[in-house]
């Protein structure tokens, strides 16, 4: 199973790519992680916040490959424990389905995407740091798959 996550936003801090590369690399082929940066819209002084994130769904779209299973991170989503985590990790491998990660800009994602989505996953209730969430869902995926292996990463 390949996981493609989607993401607005590029340009990264180093600390942020290092963190998500740290994890992404610790998963097998089996669960290979792979990043989509879409570039976010236009939000300078004046901009159409709308226009924004209806363009940069409109790309997230275009981005998900064909016959993928598709989930938008979205703070009103389901919280799942990462035992429950790695439950649908399990279903989704055994399903021969790749799957989407939909990781929307500040405002969240565009209707579009969310309608797109067969599931909504919180992450938390809090609102988080933008680029944090590609590390915590990076850390978590792969926590996810190390729990379904009884590796040692996984220690509850």
């Given at each position: 199973m390949h996981i493609h996550l989607i993401c607005i936003g590029t340009k990264m801090p180093?600390?942020?790519?290092?963190g998500y590369r740290e994890y992404a690399k610790r998963?097998?082929?089996?669960?290979?992680?792979?990043?989509?940066?879409?570039?976010?819209g236009h939000r300078g002084k004046?901009?159409?916040l709308r226009r924004a994130m209806q363009d940069e769904g409109e790309r997230m779209l275009k981005a998900i490959p064909n016959n993928?299973?598709?989930i938008a991170l979205d703070i009103p989503g389901k919280a799942w424990s990462t035992e429950q985590l790695a439950s649908h990790m399990d279903g989704?491998?055994?399903s021969g389905q790749d799957l989407v990660l939909l990781v929307g800009g500040p405002e969240g994602l565009a209707p579009g995407c969310l309608e797109r989505a067969g599931q909504?996953?919180?992450?938390?209730?809090?609102?988080?740091?933008?680029?944090?969430v590609r590390v915590v869902l990076a850390e978590q995926i792969y926590r996810a798959w190390s729990l379904l292996r009884n590796h040692p990463y996984h220690r509850a």
């Open positions: 180093r600390w942020v790519q290092e998963l097998p082929a089996e669960c290979a992680l792979r990043l989509v940066e879409i570039a976010p004046g901009a159409d993928c299973r598709v989704w491998m055994n909504r996953w919180s992450l938390s209730p809090l609102t988080l740091p933008h680029p944090l």
